[in-house]
């Protein structure tokens, strides 16, 4: 069973920069891809970004293109979202997902998450 653990959310100002970690438990983490979804209230959780096993390939929705980077250090079993350029509409519950395969956006394609850390950027 893996486990996800989620941290560095908090409160920001419009225009700063956060940076979540994830850390996985298990020895295939650096078999796996890595994405990071986010939920805001009253909405479905979205697609943020993915990454493959080895870091090479990287994938984001248009939203967050040039302003978030998703990274991964498979020695440390963790990956990273770097959350420049804030904007209140970030604003959103943070999760990180393990799956099989690379560049796939819906919630359904992993299949381990983590339980969440809230973001919330103040304009």
């Known amino acids: 069973q893996v486990q996800l653990v989620e941290s560095g959310g908090g409160l920001v100002q419009a225009g700063g920069s956060l940076r979540l970690s994830c850390a996985a438990s298990?020895?295939?983490?650096?078999?796996?891809?890595m994405a990071w979804f986010r939920q805001a209230p009253g909405k479905e959780r979205e697609f943020v970004a993915t990454?493959?096993?080895?870091?090479?390939?990287?994938y984001y929705a248009d939203s967050v293109k040039g302003r978030f980077t998703i990274s991964r250090l498979n020695s440390k079993n963790t990956v990273y979202l770097q959350m420049n350029s804030l904007k209140p509409v970030d604003t959103a519950v943070y999760y990180c997902?393990?799956?099989?395969?690379?560049?796939?956006?819906?919630?359904?394609?992993?299949?381990?998450w983590g339980q969440g850390t809230q973001v919330t950027v103040s304009s």
């Open positions: 997902a393990q799956g099989r395969l690379a560049r796939l956006t819906g919630t359904s394609d992993y299949d381990s």
């Open positions: 298990g020895r295939i983490f650096s078999t796996r891809a």
């Open positions: 990454i493959d096993w080895s870091g090479a390939d990287t």
